[in-house]
């Protein structure tokens, strides 16, 4: 069900293939055990402010959810995500929460919540006016004093140029292997990209190799605070130590004013 006409305004590439033609290998490439500490972490964000009870949640760029699987018995969740792709993922994952396709900059339910999350979904935004936008969306989105919780990848500070990573993970007759690039060939615009090398085998036969690329946004900590707090949310970041690289690094919080 889609919510959402995307505005001429803003600049909506294709999705990358990961999830689009690939998404069907999402459990290969994201495993939902990986996330238990880091959802314990986004609770926590939500209940430091909210207090006791089982508050309703939207995410937005849910993907596949993942991280969303573990807060589904604190919380009472409705979830959107660009790619119908990796909704359909994200249902056979959680099948009792209601899910949305629609661009977390533009996407208008008509509901309000308690809390906004945004996992690293909102590193493909690229752009300052991007930011503003899903800033927006979360605020169309919540009761006064609900609260946003987003982290990105990347902040300019944190962020490691010629990063790389890989990672193999077999189910049944399947083994995926994923490289991962990133650079940056211009520190002084608001991007980054990612290379993504897809090694697919598949019942001890040859690998299928394929290539997919990822552009994403990449801006300083007081870029955050101060579209954050333009777009009328108090400001506060909780250390968000789960990745040994330094990623993400911050939990970012906005309470709705």
Not at 92 to 102: A, D, I, R, Y
Not at 131 to 151: I, K, M, W
Not at 175 to 201: A, G, H, Q
Request: aromatic share 10%; proline share 4%; no cysteine.
């Amino acid at each position: 069900m889609s919510h959402d006409p995307v505005s001429e305004s803003l600049n909506s590439p294709p999705l990358p293939r990961l999830y689009t033609e690939f998404a069907k290998y999402w459990t290969l490439v994201s495993a939902p055990e990986d996330y238990a500490q880091e959802a314990e972490h986004w609770i926590n964000a939500v209940r430091s402010r909210l207090g006791p009870g089982r508050h309703r949640a939207l995410e937005l760029g849910v993907g596949g959810g993942n991280n969303m699987s573990h807060m589904t018995r604190e919380f009472e969740f409705v979830a959107a995500d660009a790619s119908a792709d990796m909704i359909e993922q994200a249902r056979s994952l959680n099948p009792e929460v209601e899910l949305h396709v629609g661009d977390m900059r533009t996407i208008r339910l008509g509901k309000t919540f308690d809390a906004v999350l945004i996992h690293d979904a909102i590193s493909y935004m690229l752009t300052e006016d991007d930011l503003r936008a899903v800033f927006a969306t979360a605020r169309a989105h919540l009761r006064s004093g609900g609260v946003l919780v987003t982290a990105p990848d990347w902040y300019r500070e944190t962020f490691r140029d010629s990063d790389t990573s890989a990672s193999t993970r077999r189910i049944n007759d399947v083994e995926l292997t994923m490289f991962e690039y990133s650079y940056d060939t211009d520190p002084t615009d608001t991007t980054y990209d990612t290379i993504m090398w897809l090694l697919i085998r598949k019942a001890g036969g040859s690998p299928q190799v394929e290539r997919d690329h990822h552009r994403l946004g990449l801006f300083p900590l007081a870029t955050w605070e101060g579209l954050m707090v333009e777009a009328g949310f108090g400001f506060g970041k909780d250390r968000y130590d789960v990745h040994e690289d330094g990623r993400e690094a911050y939990l970012l919080v906005g309470v709705n004013r």
